[in-house]
């Protein structure tokens, strides 16, 4: 079953109009209703009481919201127009930056994907963490869409790497895919190992994962790799370059973010340094 709802979240930055491309070209693939989301809150401010703030600031942010509201809304709304999609507008207000994924994690909820962009270190409005897409994955329970911020925009799907590790999460990220990796021309599993450490112990050659895949229509292979002093997040990206790859799908935090943030682990890796979209999943 494809894709019935996409969820794309638009904002004001220079990375918008690809992201929107992207979103639009899927749902337009897919025959899916794709639904614009905005964060629409006159000002984020951090967990102060707002009258520690002057009104005529507060009152000037409503108004500027509700510009950048109807800004926002309209250029999607002219963009999904021309290309005659299904679609709805939304928009949330969050009082903090912190409840800003909580606020997108549950409209995600209602959606079979939501893309989402790379966040900007230099230019990251609402003070988005550099992992928000990888928050976001863990809160929705939905597949992430991230597009990286310096990226060209072109179709994706069409030779896809696919990071396999028998994990729970690389499994859940593998079947949200497969709207997309039905019809790709090549996908491509590819498994790592450590050296000296045998390939992945459940399924040593990956004939049962490509097996399950061809009864989906999915044509792929397996390919093994070592880890020297390469890291993970590292050799996936290195993979997919040498691969041809326009998308990578994975597993998104096979352990815990926090220990991710202190020791460094695949997933924090690729959102920090993505060079092609990544779907990835928990």
């Known amino acids: 079953m494809g894709f019935r709802d996409i969820l ?14 992207l ?3 899927l ?22 009481s ?7 600031l507060i009152s000037r942010q409503r108004q500027a919201a509700r510009e950048r509201g109807a800004r926002l809304r309209r250029d999607f709304e002219e963009r999904t127009a021309r290309e005659s999609i299904s679609n709805e507008w939304r928009a949330v207000e969050p009082l903090t930056p912190a409840a800003v ?6 409209q995600a909820r209602y959606a079979d994907v939501v893309v989402v962009g790379q966040t900007d270190p230099d230019n990251s409005e609402m003070g988005l963490a550099r992992d928000f897409p990888g928050q976001l994955a863990l809160m929705s329970g939905r ?20 990071a396999w590790n028998a994990s729970r999460e690389a499994t859940r990220a593998l079947h949200d895919a497969l709207p997309l990796l039905s019809a ?6 590819l498994s790592l190992a450590s050296k000296g450490a045998g390939p992945v112990p459940d399924d040593p050659s990956g004939n ?42 994975m597993g998104a935090y096979g352990r815990s973010r926090m220990r991710e943030i202190i020791l460094g682990g695949a997933s924090r890796s690729i959102l920090h340094g993505m060079t092609l979209p990544v779907l990835m999943a928990h």
């Open 8 to 21: 794309v979240f638009v904002d004001e930055s220079a990375q918008n109009g690809q992201r929107l491309d």
């Open 23 to 25: 979103a639009i070209e």
């Open 27 to 48: 749902a337009q693939r897919t025959d899916a209703h794709l639904i614009g989301l905005a964060v629409t809150s006159a000002v984020l401010l951090p967990e102060v």
């Open 50 to 56: 707002a009258d520690f703030f002057p009104q005529d």
């Open 101 to 106: 994924v909580e606020a997108v994690a549950l």
């Open 143 to 162: 597949p992430v869409l991230a597009v990286p911020y310096a990226w060209r925009t072109h179709p994706i799907g069409k030779r896809v790497l696919v």
């Open 184 to 189: 790709a021309q090549e996908v491509r599993l």
């Open 208 to 249: 049962d994962i490509v097996a399950h895949l061809v009864r989906h229509g999915v044509s792929a292979r397996v390919e093994h790799g070592t880890l020297d002093n390469t890291r993970v997040g590292a050799a996936i990206l290195s993979s997919a370059a040498d691969f041809g790859a326009d998308m990578v799908v």
